[in-house]
């Protein structure tokens, strides 16, 4: 069955755009056939990957027209990496959503049709740093809601006041159905070992209990040139930063362990179509205190 994902958050700049477009490189890696979904009207994800063929159609034509067909698929240069490319550079689409009846509902039908439920496993919507009717489209055409946060106190306290408030306002808004969104998984990203970002952490793991609608993922991306220096490339970051450091985990395994995170039934697969016991090529699973060592995967 077809998983679509979209990456949440009100705060800009947090890390959504790395976040998917590594997990998307990584699943797609693994074998798996991933649809990215560029809903920023600023294009980022449309330009961290080199496209091998760019659609004539993207998004607006995907969402004013209610479906997806083959006009609006580009290819980028990573086999099983397709992308429905961000087209709205006047944000044009907030407004037309806005004015429609089917506005939160519009990008989920759009999306639940028969031509990516043939040639998807995953799909992976970004959208741009603020909550407004696309971002609300976004997150009801999602199952899983993703939340990058860096644990500093403006995020922490962006994503409480903001994003968490909003999304309750979204499913309780008197002018719409009742509606349930997707559970968040928050992903601790530009973490830098800091005593305060430990602390800060510690509180927020012990905030959110299994009855919240946030589940704090146990893997953490460290605050690391390497993620930079991907995005410059243009490359995922699994593909360029294999080693762990004294410090980090490398790229190559925090974005193995996201995944196996968020996708279970993924756990084992590496990238290259590659198997094998994770605990026994990571070792133990990294602590907030640094790595653990990697010996290799075995085909
Ligand atoms: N783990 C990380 N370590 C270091 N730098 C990072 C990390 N994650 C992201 N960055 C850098 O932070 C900046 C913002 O990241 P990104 O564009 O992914 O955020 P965003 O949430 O998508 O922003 P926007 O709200 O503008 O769309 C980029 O320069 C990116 O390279
Ligand atoms: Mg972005």
Redesign the pocket.
Known sequence: MIRTFAAL?SK???????LLANIGGLLADMGARTLLVDA?P?P?LTKYFDLGYEAPQGLVEVVTGGTVTHLSISRTSIANLDLIRSNDGEAQLQHWLHGRDDRRVRLARALNNPYVRDHYDYVLIDT??AIGPLQTAAAFAADTLIS?LPPDTPSIREFRSGTLRVLQRLEHDENEPRAELAPIQAVI??YDYSRNAKSLLSALRSEFGERDRVTILDTM?????A??DA?TARVPVHTVNDRSGARYPSGYEVMHRIVWELMPDLYGNFAGRLQGNPDEVFGTRPTESGPAARQGVQP
């Open positions: 958050n800009g700049g947090v890390g959504k755009t790395t920023d600023q980022s741009q740093g990058p990203c530009r991306i460290p605050n690391a040139v993620y930079k995005f």
